[in-house]
């Protein structure tokens, strides 16, 4: 049980993540969340009858009896609920007077909240649990509804602040794209006081309508139109789902003796570069410079003025069977074979039982990387169970979390290598560095043997992060 508090709320509004969010507190030992207790049509879940032992009729007699209930809870639980702004409002002031109610409060941009809720009103869905259940609709954009939606968040929202700033309290502010680090749902609850933490985050309810909001509404140039005065939306953003990275300093490689540190992104042209780093200084790949702690990584930096550091990127496409030969269609070192029975099972990826032998043809292996490439644009839209791996992750995510420590000086991409590399070298001292020099992929099929149109819109779907922040044209 809390020392600081005796019950919590969630001051949140229809689709801005509440249902997760709910989920995952309920995850914690010690946390209990009862829904919407207050919601004027329901107590606590759509079709329930009572809550705590209440009924419906006896909390609207007697809202605070429900509410000392919730205080009361389990032994050693702190109990808690979802309050939107047209929930009972006869709670409210005993709510925000309280320093003993944790006060959470949940937000979202919206414009996405809004299209996201004409999209479930259109289908009928407002939960989503089996991505492949997913039902499709476009909303219909009504400037005067929108308006009317903004003004009745922005109210609530300012009569949230006003109330906490008299009152001398502080809330927890949780944004909708925080609800996908389990960093911040820890954070969460150590300010409620509660101990226990988590070591991942609840995976049933999957986001239902990931696509950029342009693609989402059907009449989108009239609503930017209504909009154009409101830049504050961001509207043609391309959302982002996937989990914060860190900046992953042991997987950085430095030269033996030429000042060149490779901060490399997973999944990339890492043998090439290696092998170029050991020839710049007639060593071999294993004696270069690895494992680094941030401690020694700043060391190393220090101890060579003028160092230069960098990354090379790999077309999106091509990474994507890179990644979907060696750790998903392989079954030797270095495969994920527990995920390879996932996508064969519960994603329907047509792959070989075991390793591919003579019956696996070109036709199989496109089809097959056709299936990854679908599957990827729901992992990295967070629509599946399977964790996202850094080795397809987006390029923009990796970098970001580079960022976290130190950005590298040079960014290339992989078939600017062969000048590149050799520049940068020569800005090092190094007067006559080697080239680069690049090997084949081990797979049965090479990209280029299957490659089409069809599998560049998968990848275009699947990466829109990086082919828009890195400007990737068509592979090959």
Not at 165 to 173: D, E, H, K, L, N
Not at 218 to 244: G, I, K, Y
Not at 318 to 323: D, F, K, M, T
Not at 440 to 468: K, M, V
């Amino acid at each position: 049980m809390s020392d600081r508090f005796d019950c919590f709320v969630i001051f949140a509004e229809m689709r801005t993540g509440s249902n997760f969010l709910e989920a995952n507190l309920n995850a914690f030992d010690g946390l209990t969340c009862h829904g919407e207790a207050f919601n004027p049509h329901f107590i606590g879940y759509p079709n329930r009858d009572s809550l705590l032992g209440l009924t419906e009729a006896e909390r609207n007699a007697d809202p605070m009896a429900l509410l000392a209930r919730i205080r009361d809870g389990a032994p050693g639980t702190l109990g808690g609920f979802r309050y939107f702004h047209d929930h009972d409002p006869r709670l409210l002031p005993a709510l925000l007077e309280d320093p003993r109610v944790a006060k959470i409060v949940l937000t979202r941009n919206p414009v996405d909240s809004y299209v996201s809720w004409k999209i479930a009103q259109a289908t009928g869905q407002w939960k989503l649990t089996n991505v492949a259940k997913r039902k499709d609709a476009q909303a219909e954009f009504d400037a005067e509804e929108f308006e009317a939606h903004l003004a009745r968040l922005q109210e609530f929202q300012i009569r949230l602040l006003s109330a906490l700033q008299v009152t001398g309290q502080t809330a927890f502010y949780v944004g909708y794209e925080d609800l996908q680090s389990v960093e911040v749902m820890n954070g969460l609850a150590r300010w409620l006081g509660i101990p226990a933490r988590l070591d991942s985050l609840n995976t049933a309810l999957k986001r239902q309508n990931p696509e950029p909001v342009a693609e989402k509404v059907a009449n989108f140039d009239a609503m930017a139109q209504a909009l154009a005065r409101l830049d504050r939306f961001n509207l043609n953003r391309t959302p982002n789902f996937e989990p914060r990275r860190g900046p992953v300093v042991p997987g950085y490689v430095a030269a033996a003796r030429t000042p060149l540190l490779y901060m490399p992104v997973p999944s990339g042209p890492d043998q090439a570069v290696q092998r170029w780093l050991a020839a710049l200084d007639g060593v071999a790949p294993e004696d270069l410079t690895r494992e680094f702690s941030q401690k020694t990584l700043r060391q190393w930096k220090r101890d060579r003025p003028g160092h230069r550091s960098f990354t090379v990127l790999r077309h999106p496409l091509a990474r994507a069977h890179e990644v979907f030969c060696r750790r998903i269609l392989s079954t030797g070192p270095g495969s994920y074979k527990g995920i390879r029975t996932t996508l064969r099972r519960a994603h329907g990826l047509p792959l070989p039982e075991g390793a591919p032998g003579p019956e696996y043809t070109l036709e199989a292996h496109r089809a097959a990387f056709a299936a990854f490439l679908v599957f990827l644009k729901a992992n990295l839209a967070g629509q599946t169970a399977v964790r996202v791996d850094g080795h397809w992750a987006t390029q923009t995510q990796c970098l970001q979390g580079m960022a976290e420590f130190t950005l590298p000086d040079l960014i290339l991409r992989e078939d600017e290598m062969a000048q590149a590399l050799p520049a940068l070298a020569r800005q090092v001292g190094h007067d006559a560095p080697p080239d680069p020099v690049t090997a084949p992929g081990q797979a049965p099929f090479s990209l280029r043997q299957i490659h089409d149109d069809q599998l560049e819109q998968l990848a275009r779907d699947a990466y829109a992060r990086d082919y828009l922040m890195f400007g990737f044209s068509d592979w090959g």
